[in-house]
C-alpha cells in the first residue's frame, strides 16, 4: 500500500437509496401473514436449538410411561391396571404347596436374602403424558420436539447443499456459456431425465441408510431446478453494464460472478431454497417411511408416522396427530414465510402463485 | 416434420449416453460389490471369484461398460439376483398393476384442477379465491403420508366404504374394487398444487391484452374464457402433463407400498431394499428413454394446440 492519506472529504450529503435488502424488509414488514408466520419459524428453529443444546426432549428414549399411555386430556385407560382384561373374570387361586417337589424349594430363602440386599428402585410408569406415550412408553412430546429437530435439520442441510451445487453449476454455465455450458446443460438433461424418485432410489441403492446419507442424496438430486434458474440470471446479468464496468476496471471473473452478480441474484436464490427446504422435508418423510431415510436409532417426523401407522389400527391415534400437527404448522409457516420473501424480494410476482 | 423428430432423436443419445454413465458410475464405483451380494455371508472365496468372473467383474471398467450397453440395446437384463425372474417379464407383468393405479389419478387430477384454477383465477382476490389459495396452502403441508394412513383408516377400516387393501387378476375387479381409495387419496393431495400452478397459469393469460380486446367486441364471457384464455393456457398445460406422465410408469411408491399393490413402483423399492442392481438399473435407463420420448410427444402437441409454434 502507498503511504498517501486521503484527508477526509467533506461530508456531502448524498442520499443514499434504500437497498434491496432494506426495501424487501419494508415490504415484509408490512405483509401480516408473512411476519406471523416468520415468527412461528423463528419458534420452531429456538426450539431446535434448545433441542440440539440438550435442553429439551434429550431423554426421549426414556420410557416413561405405561405403554400407549393416552394424552393427560383424555385420562387414563380403563381395565388395564394389573394386567386385567376388562370383561374377563380372574379367579384367585390358593396356593399349591410344591415345596416337596420344587428342586429348587431350599434355596429361594437365600436368594431372597440376597435379593434384599440389593438396591433396586421401582419407577412408577406414569399412566397419562401430556400428549400421549408410544408402544414403548416414550413421550409423543419429546419425540415430537427431537423428530422436529431432525426433519428440519434433514431440509435445511440438503436444501443448503442443493443450493450450493445449483448456485455453483448454474453461475458457471450462465457466466462462461460455450463449451462450459454446453457440458452442464448435457449434465442437466442427464438429471432430469431420470423422474426424481427415481433417481433418489438409485443413489439410495448404492449409499446406504443414515441421516447424513439422506441429506447427500436429496442434495445431490435436488440441484436440477435451481440451477436452471441461476443459469438464466446470469445469462441476463453477465452482459449488464454494471459488469461490464466491472471488468473494465479489472474484475476478475470470478469476482465479477461471485462479488457482483451473484449478490443481485441471491433474492431468487433464497426464494428457491425456502421451496427446495419444504419439499426436502417431505421427502424425509416419505424415504423414512420406505426405510430408507432416518434410521430406526433415531427419530424423525418420518420415523414417527411410519410407527403410527401400526397404531392407529388399535385406536393410537396420538403420536400420528402429534407428528402431523408438529409438520403440518412448521410447513405451513415455512411456505407462508417463503410465499412472503418472494413477494417481498420480487414485487412483479406478487399473488402470482 | 420428420426432418424435426429425427433431430431430436438424434439430440437424445448424448443425453441418453450420460444416463447410463451416470447410472453405470453410481453402481460400479459406489455400490457395493455385487459379487459378495450375490454369494451370500457364507460364500467362499472361490464362489466370489466365480461369479466375480460369471458378471464379467474381473474385466477392466470400460469393457463392463461395453457389456452395460449390451444390455441395454438388446433389451437382456438378464435374472433379478434375488428372485431369478427376468427383468423383462418383471417390467411386464407389474407394469399393468401400475397403470390400473395412476392412469385414473393422472386424469381425474387434470380434470379437476383445470376447471376449479379457470374459476378461481377467474375471480382473483375475492374471498373465494383466497380461501382456496390458503385451503390449498395448509392441505399441501400435510404430507401425502398422513392422507393415506388416515384415508386407509377411516374410509376402509371405520367406515368399511373400500377394501383396506387388495388386489385380484382382474383388471375390472381392481378398477373397481381395490384402486378407487388410492386413487382418491392420491387426488386428494394432487389437486392442490395443481390447482395452484394452473391458477398461475390462467392469471398470466387473462392478463394479456387479447382478453381485453375480446371483451371489448362483445364476446360472452364464457367464450372469453374457454375460447381464448383455456386455449392459450394450454401449453403451460400441456407441458406440466407431459412433466408428469413418465411418473406414472414408476407410479407413487408410497401407494403401491402401502396399500400392497403389486407395481413397479414396489418392485423398485424392494430391488432397492434387496440391493438388486440389475432391477433398478434396468428401470432407471428405460424411464429416462421414456420420458425424452415424452418430452418429444409434448412438443410434438404444441403444434397441434397452438399453430403458431414453430418446431426447429
Known amino acids: ?353 | 416434420m420428420l426432418a424435426y423428430v429425427i433431430k431430436r432423436l438424434w439430440q437424445m443419445v448424448p443425453t441418453l449416453l450420460g444416463v447410463v454413465l451416470l447410472v453405470f458410475t453410481l453402481f460400479h464405483f459406489f455400490g457395493s460389490d455385487p459379487s459378495v451380494i450375490l454369494a451370500g455371508q457364507n460364500a467362499t472365496p472361490e464362489q466370489i471369484a466365480a461369479i466375480r468372473q460369471q458378471l464379467g467383474l474381473d474385466q477392466p471398467a470400460y469393457v463392463q461398460f461395453g457389456i452395460f450397453l449390451k444390455q441395454i440395446v438388446t433389451f437382456d437384463w438378464g435374472r433379478s439376483w434375488a428372485t431369478n425372474e427376468q427383468v423383462s417379464h418383471l417390467f411386464a407383468t407389474r407394469l399393468p398393476a401400475t397403470l390400473t393405479v395412476m392412469l385414473p389419478i393422472l386424469i381425474l387430477d387434470t380434470v379437476l384442477a383445470v376447471p376449479i384454477a379457470l374459476g378461481v383465477a377467474y375471480v382473483r382476490g375475492s374471498l373465494t379465491d383466497r380461501t382456496l389459495m390458503v385451503a390449498t396452502t395448509v392441505a399441501l403441508s400435510i404430507s401425502f403420508l398422513v392422507y393415506i394412513i388416515v384415508g386407509q383408516y377411516v374410509f376402509g377400516f371405520q367406515l368399511g366404504w373400500f377394501p383396506v387393501q387388495g388386489w385380484s387378476d382382474s383388471v375390472a375387479t381392481n378398477l373397481v374394487t381395490y384402486a378407487p381409495l388410492p386413487v382418491l387419496l392420491a387426488v386428494m393431495v394432487g389437486v392442490s398444487p395443481q390447482t395452484r400452478l394452473y391458477r398461475s397459469f390462467f392469471l398470466d393469460e387473462l392478463g394479456h391484452d387479447y382478453v381485453r380486446t375480446a371483451r371489448a367486441k362483445g364476446l360472452t364471457e364464457p367464450t372469453v374464457l374457454f375460447k381464448h384464455v383455456l386455449r392459450n393456457a394450454m401449453i403451460p398445460i400441456l407441458t406440466n402433463i407431459g412433466l408428469a406422465l413418465p411418473g406414472i410408469f414408476v407410479g407413487s411408491f408410497l401407494i403401491e407400498v402401502f396399500f400392497s399393490i403389486p407395481g413397479l413402483g414396489r418392485e423398485v423399492l424392494l430391488a432397492v431394499n434387496r440391493s438388486d442392481y440389475p432391477v433398478i438399473q434396468a428401470v432407471t435407463v428405460y424411464l429416462a428413454m421414456l420420458t425424452m420420448l415424452i418430452n418429444l410427444a409434448t412438443d410434438l402437441l404444441y403444434k397441434v394446440v397452438d399453430p403458431r409454434v414453430v418446431l426447429r
Do not use: C
Request: proline letters at 5%; charged letters at 15%; a neutral charge.
Open chain 1, 1 to 353: 500500500m502507498s503511504a498517501v492519506l486521503i484527508a477526509a472529504a467533506p461530508a456531502l450529503p448524498v442520499p443514499r437509496s434504500a437497498g434491496v435488502w432494506l426495501t424487501a424488509w419494508r415490504r415484509f414488514r408490512n405483509d401480516r401473514v408473512g411476519l406471523v408466520s416468520g415468527v412461528i419459524v423463528l419458534a420452531f428453529l429456538l426450539l431446535i436449538a434448545a433441542a440440539a443444546a440438550g435442553w429439551v426432549a434429550s431423554g426421549w428414549q426414556r420410557e416413561l410411561a405405561v405403554p400407549n399411555a393416552p394424552p393427560t386430556l383424555l385420562g387414563p385407560r380403563a381395565g388395564e391396571d394389573a394386567g386385567t382384561m376388562a370383561g374377563i373374570e380372574s379367579k384367585v387361586l390358593p396356593p399349591i404347596d410344591l415345596t416337596d417337589i420344587d428342586p429348587l424349594a431350599p434355596r429361594y430363602q437365600e436368594w431372597a436374602e440376597r435379593a434384599s440386599k440389593m438396591l433396586t428402585t421401582e419407577t412408577v410408569k406414569a399412566q397419562t403424558l401430556p400428549l400421549g406415550a408410544d408402544r414403548l412408553g416414550r413421550d409423543v412430546l419429546a419425540k415430537a420436539i427431537k423428530g422436529t429437530e431432525v426433519s428440519v435439520f434433514v431440509g435445511v442441510l440438503a436444501a443448503l447443499l442443493a443450493t450450493v451445487i445449483g448456485t455453483v453449476l448454474g453461475a458457471l454455465s450462465g457466466f462462461f456459456g460455450g463449451k462450459v455450458g454446453d457440458f452442464l446443460e448435457w449434465l442437466y438433461n442427464v438429471f432430469t431425465a431420470i423422474p426424481d424418485i427415481l433417481l433418489i432410489f438409485a443413489f439410495a441403492a448404492v449409499l446406504g441408510r443414515g441421516v447424513d446419507t439422506v441429506v447427500l442424496i436429496l442434495g445431490l438430486t435436488g440441484w436440477t431446478g435451481l440451477y436452471r434458474q441461476v443459469r438464466a440470471e446470469f445469462i441476463k446479468h453477465s452482459g449488464r453494464e454494471y459488469v461490464r464496468a466491472a471488468e473494465a476496471i479489472g474484475a476478475s471473473q470470478m469476482s465479477r460472478m461471485f462479488r457482483h452478480i451473484l449478490p443481485n441474484v441471491s433474492h431468487v436464490i433464497l426464494v428457491r431454497m425456502s421451496l427446495l427446504v419444504v419439499g426436502f422435508i417431505k421427502s424425509e418423510v416419505i424415504l423414512s417411511y420406505l426405510g430408507l431415510g432416518v434410521p430406526i436409532d433415531q427419530v424423525s417426523w418420518g420415523t414417527m408416522l411410519a410407527e403410527a401407522q401400526s397404531e392407529l389400527i388399535l385406536g393410537f391415534w396420538w403420536q400420528l396427530a402429534t407428528a402431523a400437527a408438529f409438520m403440518a404448522v412448521f410447513v405451513t409457516a415455512f411456505s407462508l414465510m417463503a410465499d412472503a420473501w418472494r413477494d417481498a424480494l420480487d414485487p412483479k410476482l406478487r399473488g402470482a402463485e
